[in-house]
């Protein structure tokens, strides 16, 4: 907020330095300072008279500062350096004053009183370019109060407040007059706007019921639309619904069924554990009940076949010991026979046979039952036939006589005539 002004001693050059710091030689530069900041003054000047003589005391507030241009600054240190804020005002505040008084002295009081910022802005105009010279500034120039000691403007006052009475009294006269006209004008001009307003309302209201109408019309046929719309679209929701309804009753009847299929399943499972495998079981226990029961009597019939062999064996071994002796007896016979012819040898094999049949069947008398093993009934006649086809030559080994030979006998050994009860 200061400005230093520097110099050396012996030198003219000065160095000016705003609101910073610059470097100062001990005991060789020389230091000065000087405010920057704005300076408040009132300026007063006492009964001043005016163009017209009267005297009026008028104050007002000025705001200046230090101009800091280089050149104007330089005015201003040569002006005011080395003195204190109280003397740079005072002598600002003595220019200010000498100005406003020789502006008063041009000016009327109604001048001065009426139109305080012109006044305010002359005397900064005229009071500028002096300070300005002195490197100070006026920022602003506004004049505080004017007043007199002989009540010239309470006078003023009085007489332009009775001209203003007057003329407020002539200027309502003239408006009441001026109202009553116009208020009979406004009536008149009321009535034919009411009158136009009526015939507008009226064609308006017509117009209006003719809208409303019409409205009408077209909000019943919008209704109208938006109810047949609602029912049609109400109508294809329950389809839709419908055909939901029946997919689930579709699915529904699918899952009974699947339920159902697993039920017969489990039924049928069910009777598979409770009834056909007993069943079966039971059937399988009877068959290898059957089975035991067969195999029992097979045995049982081997057994009994067995009996029947060694039985038949030792009776065989009898036979074929009576055979051989009754072949040596035949033989002796047959020597001593030999004059015989061939018939009295058949009689002789022919009463012989009913001894060896009778020695041959007498072990079968002893049987009860006799068991033939096998499957197939043709095969039982085979073995008949084959005993048959084998008894002749039997009777041939044990006789020497060919019983085939014999025509009577042919018959009876052939197969094909062979016939069993």
């Known amino acids: 907020g ?24 001990w005991l060789i530069s020389d230091i000065q300072r000087i405010t920057l900041e704005i300076m408040t003054l009132q300026p007063k000047c006492e009964d001043v008279e005016t163009a017209e003589g009267v005297a009026i005391t008028v104050t007002g507030v000025a705001q200046v500062k230090v101009m800091t241009e280089n050149e104007l600054l330089g005015y201003a240190c040569e002006q005011f350096l080395g003195k204190s804020v109280m003397e740079i005002k005072s002598v600002i505040l003595q220019t200010l004053e000498g100005h406003l008084r020789a502006i008063l002295g041009t000016l009327t009081v109604e001048q001065i009183y009426q139109d305080r910022d012109k006044f305010a802005t002359l005397v900064r105009e005229v009071a500028a370019p002096d300070v300005g010279r002195m490197g100070i ?12 000691k002989v009540e010239y403007l309470s006078s003023l006052g009085k007489t332009q407040t009775a ?3 007057r003329d407020a009294d002539i200027g309502v006269a003239e408006a009441e007059r001026d109202a009553g006209i116009r208020e009979a004008e406004c009536k008149k001009e009321m009535m034919d706007v009411k009158f136009l307003a009526d015939t507008k309302m009226a064609d308006s209201k017509r117009e209006l019921e003719m809208q409303k109408a019409s409205f009408n019309q077209e909000v019943n046929t919008k209704k109208a639309e938006a109810q047949l719309a609602y029912e049609l679209q109400a109508a294809k929701e329950q389809q839709k619904i419908r055909l939901e309804e029946i997919e689930i009753e579709v699915v529904q009847r699918k899952k009974q ?3 159902e299929e697993k039920e017969i399943d489990r039924t049928d499972k ?3 554990a409770t009834v056909k495998r007993p069943a079966e079981a039971e059937a399988y226990k009877m068959q290898q009940l059957a089975e035991g029961q067969k195999m029992k009597k097979v045995l049982t019939a081997q057994a009994e076949a067995e009996k029947i062999r060694c039985v038949g064996e030792a009776e065989a071994a009898s036979i074929e010991a009576v055979g051989k002796a009754e072949a040596e007896k035949m033989r002796l016979k047959a020597e001593a026979y030999q004059q015989y012819g061939e018939a009295a040898k058949t009689a002789l094999v022919l009463e012989a046979l009913p001894k060896i049949a009778g020695k041959v069947a007498a072990p079968l008398a002893k049987t009860n039952e006799i068991v033939i093993l096998s499957g197939d009934g043709s095969r039982v006649t085979g073995e008949v036939n084959r005993l048959l086809a084998e008894l002749p030559v039997s009777v041939n080994a044990l006789t020497g006589v060919d019983l085939t030979k014999i025509p009577l006998l042919q018959k009876m050994t052939t197969p094909q005539c062979q016939t069993f009860i």
């Open 257 to 259: 069924i699947t339920i």
């Open 163 to 165: 001209a203003v009475q």
């Open 2 to 25: 200061h400005t230093c002004l520097c110099g050396c001693c012996g030198s003219d050059q000065k160095t000016y330095v705003v609101g910073g710091w610059a470097w100062a030689w």
């Open 137 to 148: 500034e006026i920022l602003s120039f506004t004049i505080k109060d004017v007043y007199d």
């Open 270 to 272: 069910e009777l598979i």
